[in-house]
């Protein structure tokens, strides 16, 4: 079992940016995917982007692609998630997530550990 610990959220106006990390330990993190979803209040928590346990690939949902960024850096088991352009409507609950494959997962049911979460809140 993996433990994720996210960091880097906060509060950020409308264009602003904001840089998650997520810490990995206790499992094989170097040759795993991961990913990171949110949540909304209200909402379904929905994918957001994955990377490939290389970091070589990346995929990410159409609402952020153009504006987000996943990598990830395994000499420190880590995880990013740069977030540019940020509107009102990214606000909720970022969660990191461990990938059951080594490849992309882009589906909830592929990650098998995840965070606590940290919150995004993005005001107008």
């Known amino acids: 079992q993996a433990q994720l610990v996210e960091s880097g959220g906060g509060l950020v106006q409308a264009g602003g940016s904001l840089r998650l990390s997520c810490v990995a330990s206790?499992?094989?993190?170097?040759?795993?995917?991961m990913g990171w979803f949110r949540q909304a209040p209200g909402k379904e928590r929905e994918f957001v982007a994955a990377?490939?346990?290389?970091?070589?690939?990346?995929y990410y949902a159409e609402s952020v692609k153009g504006r987000f960024t996943i990598s990830r850096d395994n000499t420190k088991n880590t995880v990013y998630l740069q977030m540019n352009s940020l509107q009102p409507e990214d606000t909720a609950v970022y969660y990191c997530?461990?990938?059951?494959?080594?490849?992309?997962?882009?589906?909830?049911?592929?990650?098998?550990?995840w965070g606590q979460g940290t919150q995004v809140t993005v005001s107008s």
């Open positions: 997530a461990h990938a059951a494959i080594s490849g992309l997962a882009a589906t909830r049911s592929l990650y098998d550990d």
């Open positions: 206790g499992r094989t993190f170097n040759r795993d995917g």
């Open positions: 990377i490939n346990w290389r970091g070589e690939s990346t």
